[in-house]
C-alpha cells in the first residue's frame, strides 16, 4: 500500500511540484487548496489540475477544496482523506498567505486572516492528524516557512510575525511528540522561488527577478522525511540541506519559464 502525502496550496507553485515530485517517489496524494475546477481562483492552477498530474505519475490523488481559514473545512479535508486513503504518513503544510502593506494601515481583517491560516492551520491539521499518525507508527509534519520570519524589514509584519511563530510551533511540538515516531520541522524557505502566488504579490517587480524552481522544495521535503522520527525539531534552510546534499545546486527559473 502507498504511503500518504496531504498537502495544502497544491493548486498551484510549491504545493503542485511537491503533489507531482511526491507522486514519482510513490506517495498517493491529498491536495487541498481553494481553488477547484469549480471554484477557480484568479490565479492559475486548481487541485483538480495537480490531481491529473499525480495520475499521470502514476499515483492515486484526492483533489479537496478547503478554505483554510476554517477550521470546519480542515476537519473535513482530514476526514475525506481518511476515508479514501486510510491513512496519512506526510503532512506538509505548505499553504500560507502574505497581505501587502503595513499592518498597522490594512487592518483587523488580513492580519486574523494570516494567523489562521499561517499558523491555526498547521496547528489544527497536525492536531488532527498526529494521534493516527503516532497509532500507525509515525509520520512526519513539514512546515514550509520563511526566510521573512528574520527579516522585520519584509515589509509584510503579519507574514513575518506568523512565519516566526511557525518556527517556534514546530519547535514545540516536535518536542511534544517526541517518542511517538512523528518528526515535525520547519523549512524556511530563504531563497526566491518561483510559483504563481510569490509573483502576483511581487507585481511586476517579479518580471526583473530570477527564481529558482521549486522542485528544490522537493528535493528538501523527500529528504527530510526519509531522516525518519529522530530528525525532529529542526528550522533547516534550503542552503543548509545543499551543505547535506539533500538539494540540487542552484536552478534558474524566470518569470516566463
Request: glycine share 8%; hydrophobic share 45%.
Amino acid at each position: 500500500m502507498a504511503k500518504v502525502a496531504f498537502i495544502t496550496g497544491a493548486s498551484r507553485g510549491i504545493g503542485k511540484q511537491l503533489a507531482q515530485d511526491f507522486a514519482i517517489a510513490g506517495y498517493d496524494i491529498a491536495a487541498v487548496a481553494r481553488s477547484t475546477a469549480d471554484t477557480p481562483t484568479k490565479l492559475p492552477g486548481t487541485v483538480n489540475e495537480t490531481a491529473q498530474l499525480v495520475e499521470e505519475a502514476g499515483q492515486q490523488c484526492l483533489p479537496i477544496g478547503a478554505n483554510l481559514a476554517k477550521v470546519e473545512d480542515l476537519d473535513r479535508a482530514v476526514a475525506e482523506t481518511y476515508d479514501r486513503f486510510g491513512q496519512i504518513d506526510v503532512l506538509i503544510n505548505n499553504a500560507a498567505i502574505a497581505p501587502p502593506g503595513k499592518a498597522l494601515e490594512s487592518g483587523r481583517h488580513l492580519w486574523g486572516l494570516a494567523v489562521e491560516i499561517n499558523v491555526n492551520a498547521p496547528f489544527y491539521l497536525t492536531h488532527a492528524v498526529a494521534p493516527k499518525m503516532a497509532e500507525a507508527d509515525g509520520g512526519a509534519v513539514i512546515n514550509i516557512g520563511s526566510g521573512a520570519s528574520v527579516s522585520p524589514d519584509f515589509g509584510r509584519a503579519s507574514y513575518t510575525t506568523t512565519k516566526r511563530a511557525l518556527e517556534a510551533m514546530s519547535e514545540s511540538l516536535a518536542s511534544d511528540l517526541k517518542g511517538t515516531g512523528i518528526s515535525v520541522n520547519c523549512l524556511r524557505l530563504e531563497l526566491s522561488v518561483w510559483s504563481e502566488g510569490y509573483a502576483f504579490t511581487l507585481g511586476e517587480q517579479a518580471k526583473q527577478m530570477d527564481f529558482e524552481d521549486p522542485i528544490i522544495m522537493s528535493d528538501a521535503c523527500l529528504w527530510i522525511v526519509a531522516q525518519g522520527p529522530e530528525w525532529t525539531g529542526r528550522i533547516v534552510t534550503i542552503a543548509d540541506l545543499r551543505k547535506y546534499g539533500a538539494v540540487r545546486p542552484v536552478t534558474r527559473k524566470t518569470f516566463d519559464d
